[in-house]
């Protein structure tokens, strides 16, 4: 199997984003067993600019160009507590400050010939449910925002959608990192390495996930 998994680059004034620290940290390969069958996968990792449009059209290149089985988008939702794996992309961008280029695009859609919005392809509840097993704060979020990271759920699903691409796709939040609240009372976060424990646990069951889709057209 293949995966694509992305982070994105620092923005809105942080000099670090955890999501693209913790897909570094990644291994460039994961294997789970699955009833008693040996799944291995090999890691693709993408550094993504937090660029409207850009962002995603470098990701969807590389979507074509590798053609993944699982594609996880990971970008950071600071305020968060927990990891929160996104239901949703929605058709639809507000930016409350400048992406890394300076676009503020306000209250558009994204794509014309889009649906409203396309439900992401990954277990997210099976992920949220191998967090807390983990022992790791997380639930299922609904709203991946109105900024690049929804622009980036969004435009994934669209394509796939539209290219009939076979790769179950979507994205996951990942709240600040310690170093990034140091003197900030009571702001959340998380460290790093706990990031890291967590994307290899959802990447285990979208692995699963994966397999189980294959089986059941093959039958
Ligand atoms: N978070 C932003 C964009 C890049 C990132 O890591 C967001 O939630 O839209």
Redesign the pocket.
């Known amino acids: 199997m293949k995966i694509v998994v992305t982070g994105?680059q620092p923005?809105?004034g942080e000099t670090m984003?955890p999501?693209l620290e913790a897909v570094k940290r990644l291994p460039d390969q994961l294997t789970v067993d699955s009833d008693g069958k040996k799944l291995q996968a090999d890691l693709i990792k993408v550094e993504v600019p937090?660029v409207f449009y850009e962002g995603p059209a470098l990701v969807l290149d590389t979507v074509r160009r590798q053609r993944p089985d699982i594609v996880l988008c990971?970008?950071?939702?600071g305020g968060r507590k927990g990891i929160t794996p996104e239901f949703v992309g929605i058709n639809y961008m507000d930016a409350r400050i400048a992406d890394n280029k300076g676009n503020t695009p306000q209250d558009q859609p994204i794509r014309e010939d889009g649906d409203k919005a396309y439900f992401a392809t990954l277990p997210v509840k099976q992920m949220a449910a191998a967090l807390k097993e983990d022992g790791i704060e997380g639930s299922v979020s609904y709203s991946?925002?109105t900024?690049?990271?929804?622009?980036l759920l969004y435009e994934l699903l669209y394509t796939l959608d539209k290219e009939q691409i076979p790769a179950i796709g979507g994205f996951v939040?990942v709240p600040f990192a310690d170093q990034q609240t140091e003197g900030k009372e009571g702001v959340p976060s998380m460290p790093i390495d706990t990031m890291v424990r967590g994307l290899m646990d959802m990447l285990k069951v979208c692995m699963i996930r994966r397999a189980d889709r294959t089986e059941s057209v093959k039958e």
């Open positions: 994105f923005f809105g984003n999501a937090v990971v970008g950071q939702a991946a925002g900024f690049v990271c929804n622009d939040h």
